[in-house]
């Protein structure tokens, strides 16, 4: 009989720690879970490498904060302590002390004499001091970071007008403003160039005695010493492959680590596209650009997943369709691809989370993001069903919807098709959505520069919102009837309009890429709906109705016509205008009456996962002969051992 399992965690700030479940990971054979638990210790040595790109202080502060914490001698519920404890918490929730939704900084809410007085107490080798480093001179450098809201405020900034790179405290950068830094690239690409490489993906550009420079992050060049154990594992892994393909994979991943070469990390993005064949997966780099301003360093990143076979079957169904879903795409016939290729996706089970993907994670992953890439050779998608799984789980019956859902009717299409049409859009907007479309000829990739990351999200967004109240998806099994995407949409359009304000605090502009997308959507949407989308008032709280859900999907239809026109065409100025216009600005009436019916429920508006703790079973030849799932460990205990197991930095 198998034993209850209890996804909800620990709770603390506006944070809540999940559990996910590895369905299945014991039927895997030994070789399968082996070589899941060598990507593994590949994907959690990174993880220092994550926490300086997201701030130049940040694992000096972590490693002092987690210091004062392990040697605290007082009664650890004395106000002060507990608040640095909260502190800590989230710090290795965010990866450094930027909220890793907002970006803003952290205010502690202990003292600065506490901390000094703390770290006074500590023998100088248990702190992350330099060479001739005195603990007064860590404190004075280290403390303006911490206590002053006016020192490095942002990890990335987005407000349109200022120096971005200049007003960002990610660790991308050193000494280099925008207009140096756009300039610099814009030198490296050439427009006849068919298969260009991500320039700046893997390097810090810095500026030394007036020359502008690229350092790389590879073996024997910046991040080496974690690199190198990520190499160490992946070779490991490479020894327990399922099949030749996975081995190649493995060896231009090491290769590409070894020189930092971008024209291997496109040769091995194709040949990831071509492993088809094998139940294991894996993501590990420099990958997604959210982390930058200006869209063009890779923050490091790494899963582990294997796929949910019976599952997949939704999945192959979309992408056996994929061509009949770009032929008939309300965009531009210009703009559409005439071929697609290698287009596959799958529903797995992630088995560790690392880097830019922990705590907090994505619940779909579309890659390789290169534009020539896909075109040419496809791309892979995956939904995380065991992720998605844990979401819905623990949101159920927690009094969300009847605060923020107009009325009976809508709540029970909602609770009747609601996860069957999340799981589903995640699977048009990965599968379909970001493999759509392609650009015309010359056009530069980052022509959309600081905005075209919620251009893309808004366009696969799109693409998922049109299709799923297609008639086809209902011919293909994929949904059960007519009405059932209704509830998408809705969902939708209160989101963008109303509930994610809940992430935001009060004041504030919206700043991540997402969030701006749904915002993009939803506002365009209300505006052009002619009354069949609108906001009204009931008993003095704010609700979304929609009168009319076939106008709802053309405009959509319309609204991602123009999106992929942006696209295509590179098109900064109108990128430029329509996020600043839709995506950006929030009314502050309404935050305010969000927040306080939110608070009401008592929920915490962001979630994140503990991962499991895999432990190895040997057998008398001193061989791996199964390997263990431990779901006990604690939130504090992981941290502290990820620290001390994985501290390479």
Not at 371 to 392: C, E, H, M, P, Q
């Amino acid at each position: 009989m198998q034993q209850s399992f209890n996804y909800s965690d620990e709770r603390f700030a506006d944070l809540q720690l999940l559990r996910y479940r590895l369905n299945g990971f014991e039927n895997l054979s030994t070789q399968k879970k082996t070589l899941v638990f060598y990507l593994a210790k590949a994907t959690l040595a990174g993880r220092d490498i994550t926490t300086d790109q997201f701030g130049k202080y940040n694992l000096r502060i972590r490693k002092a904060l987690e210091a004062v914490y392990c040697a605290y001698k007082d009664f650890r519920d004395q106000d002060e302590f507990k608040s640095l404890e909260i502190y800590l918490k989230r710090v290795w929730f965010s990866n450094g002390i930027y909220h890793h939704y907002g970006c803003d900084k952290f205010a502690p809410k202990f003292s600065e004499s506490f901390l000094y007085n703390e770290i006074q107490k500590l023998e100088p080798s248990m702190l992350p001091l330099r060479d001739g480093e005195t603990r007064d001179e860590f404190c004075e450098e280290i403390f303006p970071v911490i206590f002053n809201p006016d020192v490095l405020p942002k990890r990335v900034n987005k407000d349109d007008g200022e120096d971005l790179i200049m007003t960002s405290a990610c660790n991308f950068y050193e000494d280099v403003i925008q207009e140096e830094v756009e300039t610099y690239y814009a030198g490296k690409k050439n427009a006849l160039d068919t298969e260009p490489p991500s320039w700046g993906l893997n390097s810090k550009l810095i500026k030394r005695d007036g020359k502008i420079e690229e350092v790389i992050w590879k073996s024997n060049g910046l991040y080496n010493n974690a690199i190198n154990v990520i190499v160490y594992w992946l070779r490991k892994a490479k020894t327990v492959v399922e099949n030749n393909q996975q081995g190649k994979v493995i060896q231009l991943l090491i290769d590409y680590y070894c020189t930092g070469d971008l024209k291997l990390f496109d040769e091995y993005s194709i040949e990831w596209l071509n492993e088809q064949d094998g139940q294991i997966d894996f993501i590990n780099g420099f990958i997604e650009v959210y982390g930058d301003p200006l869209g063009l360093k890779g923050s490091w990143e790494g899963i582990v997943e294997y796929k949910d076979m019976e599952a997949t079957k939704r999945t192959q169904i979309i992408c056996e369709n994929a061509q009949w879903f770009e032929d008939n795409s309300p965009i531009d016939q210009h703009f559409r691809k005439p071929v697609v290729k290698g287009v596959t996706a799958n529903v797995v089970c992630a088995a560790m989370l690392g880097g830019d993907e922990y705590p907090s994670t994505a619940i779909g992953i579309n890659l390789p993001n290169a534009d020539w890439i896909r075109a040419r050779y496809g791309s892979k998608s995956v939904t995380i069903g065991n992720l998605t799984d844990a979401y819905n789980k623990e949101s159920h019956n927690n009094g969300f919807k009847e605060e923020f859902v107009i009325d009976n009717a809508t709540r029970s299409l909602i609770e009747h098709y609601g996860d069957l049409c999340d799981d589903l859009h995640t699977d048009l907007h990965e599968c379909l959505g970001h493999g759509s479309g392609h650009l015309m000829p010359s056009v530069n990739p980052d022509a959309l520069k600081a905005y075209g990351n919620t251009i893309e999200e808004a366009r696969a967004d799109l693409f998922g919102l049109y299709y799923i109240a297609d008639p086809k998806i209902v011919e293909l099994g994929l949904l059960p009837d007519n009405d059932a995407y209704k509830s998408q949409y809705y969902t939708y359009m209160m989101n963008g309009l109303v509930t994610q304000l809940t992430r935001i605090k009060l004041g504030n502009k919206i700043e991540e890429a997402h969030m701006r997308n749904r915002a993009l959507i939803a506002k365009w949407v209300i505006e052009h709906s002619k009354g069949a989308v609108l906001m009204v008032k009931r008993n003095n709280k704010t609700y979304v109705l929609i009168n009319n859900y076939n106008a709802l999907r053309q405009l959509f239809a319309t609204l991602l016509a123009e999106i992929q026109r942006i696209k295509s065409e590179g098109d900064f100025t109108a990128a430029r205008q329509i996020v600043e216009r839709y995506a950006v600005n929030v009314d502050t009436d309404l935050h305010r009456e969000v927040i306080a019916r939110y608070k009401h429920l008592d929920l915490a508006p962001f979630k994140g996962f503990i991962n499991p703790w895999m432990k190895p079973v040997y057998g008398d030849d001193g061989k791996i002969i199964d390997i263990e799932i431990d779901y006990t460990e604690s939130y504090s205990h992981q941290m502290l051992r990820y620290s001390n197991e994985y501290g390479l930095l």
